[in-house]
């Protein structure tokens, strides 16, 4: 079987002496430790056509203010003028730990890599794109100076791999991303040539968060001229009841209630202009996988037995997301190292999403458009410019 170039669309990383920052981070959670370059190399063993990773902010903690953050600006500013290296001690006051993200991940795309972080100037060039977080709920003035600064912070030539934003609203309340400046912040990135990553969580926060999605494109595109409509890269197929579905017996997945209704939903997200989605994510949202260790000591077969049934499970979800957006929308993304929740630990989650993805991909599509799904229309969202697709696919037996 050919396979294609691949681009993982959705990778966070974080080292060891910044896990303090992480909003949702726990010592001794499944998440612990250092996710860095090296981690990632290992979780996706040897796959000589992956060609890189579009990095996605891994929510930090934040305050975020209006007043702080004009201040910054001027702090920024005069450090600027003067010539002196502000960068060193990075106080950002409520904003400190999203700037430390930035210089963080512009050390790995620049090839700068400090002692301890688990990256080389080698692994340099993995890095396609950055999605940082920012503040979208400031507006176009807000965004403005934010991004400054950040490009200040990341330098050249990762400063020019910023090529999107995130503000997660997965666990924001109702009537957050319909806020003036909110809608505001989105036309402002349209018009300058960023993409938004909107997470939303149909699972754990409710089918309203769909629904408001709905009504922000709607807002964010309307009276804009095509070509400065943002584009919406929707995370994880809005996170669905997948598990739901999984426990009832009774009902066949496609005539569930929480699928039927999620199924309506993404139909009309697709068919509004310039959004996207990601394939990704999935298996946060099902019964967990066995353990790394555990798959290790399977045979072939029962181990391909075990995706085989993921991809039964989920087929209907995927059957839907292709259909609705079509070969032209979709791409594909890890969610590294969030796949390792339920994907089977970090050998084995990459792998193992990657293995059921090309087995529903090869079936179903024509050589192009599955080269459109694994890299090319990542590439078209973020502005990849690199020569991703060199060189060519190898055969692989899978």
């Known amino acids: 079987m050919t396979t294609p170039a691949i681009i993982?669309?959705?990778?966070?990383?974080?080292?060891?002496?910044?896990t303090d920052t992480l909003a949702w981070y726990?010592?001794?959670?499944?998440?612990?430790g250092q996710h860095s370059v090296v981690q990632y190399l290992t979780a996706i063993g040897s796959q000589p056509n992956l060609r890189g990773f579009v990095f996605i902010e891994a929510d930090r903690k934040v305050h975020l203010d209006a007043v702080g953050l004009d201040n910054l600006y001027k702090k920024v500013g005069l450090h600027v003028s003067s010539g002196t290296d502000w960068k060193v001690h990075l106080d950002g006051g409520g904003l400190t730990n999203v700037l430390k993200e930035v210089s963080w991940i512009s050390r790995i795309a620049n090839g700068t890599p400090r002692p301890g972080e688990g990256h080389a100037v080698e692994n340099a060039h993995l890095c396609f794109a950055i999605v940082p977080w920012a503040p979208l709920p400031l507006g176009a003035t807000g965004m403005s100076k934010y991004i400054h600064i950040?490009?200040?912070?990341?330098?050249?030539?990762?400063?020019?791999?910023?090529?999107?934003?995130?503000?997660?609203?997965?666990?924001?309340?109702?009537?957050?991303?319909?806020?003036?400046?909110?809608?505001?912040?989105?036309?402002?990135?349209?018009?300058?040539?960023?993409?938004?990553?909107?997470?939303?969580?149909?699972?754990s926060s409710g089918l309203w968060q769909l629904d408001e999605a709905v009504a922000m494109v709607l807002k964010a595109h309307s009276g804009v001229p095509e070509q400065e409509r943002v584009l919406i890269v929707i995370n994880h197929m809005c996170k669905p009841d997948i598990l739901k579905t999984q426990e009832d017996e009774k009902v066949s997945t496609t005539q569930h209630p929480q699928y039927k209704q999620w199924q309506e939903r993404i139909q009309i997200l697709a068919s509004l202009p310039d959004t996207y989605m990601k394939i990704s994510g999935a298996f946060s949202e099902m019964k967990s996988l066995p353990a790394a260790d555990i798959q290790e000591k399977l045979d072939f077969w029962p181990r391909s037995k075990l995706l085989i049934d993921v991809l039964e499970l989920i087929t209907p979800w995927l059957d839907h997301?292709?259909?609705?957006?079509?070969?032209?929308?979709?791409?594909?993304?890890?969610?590294?190292?969030?796949?390792?929740?339920?994907?089977g630990g970090n050998g084995m989650a990459f792998q193992n999403w990657r293995?059921?993805?090309?087995?529903?991909?090869?079936?179903?599509?024509?050589?192009?458009?599955?080269?459109?799904?694994?890299?090319?229309?990542?590439?078209?969202?973020?502005?990849?410019?690199?020569?991703?697709?060199?060189?060519?696919?190898?055969?692989?037996?899978?």
């Open 355 to 398: 293995w059921i993805m090309e087995r529903y991909t090869a079936s179903r599509f024509e050589v192009d458009e599955r080269n459109r799904f694994w890299a090319e229309n990542a590439a078209k969202v973020y502005s990849i410019k690199s020569p991703y697709a060199l060189p060519p696919s190898y055969e692989e037996t899978l």
């Open 321 to 343: 997301v292709f259909e609705a957006f079509g070969p032209d929308k979709v791409m594909f993304g890890s969610d590294w190292p969030v796949c390792n929740i339920g994907g």
């Open 8 to 18: 993982d669309s959705h990778v966070h990383l974080y080292p060891d002496s910044e």
């Open 26 to 32: 726990t010592s001794n959670g499944p998440l612990s």
């Open 150 to 203: 950040i490009k200040t912070v990341a330098s050249v030539p990762a400063g020019q791999r910023i090529t999107g934003f995130r503000y997660l609203l997965q666990d924001k309340p109702p009537g957050t991303m319909l806020q003036p400046l909110f809608i505001e912040s989105l036309r402002w990135m349209g018009h300058n040539g960023y993409a938004f990553d909107l997470g939303i969580d149909q699972r």
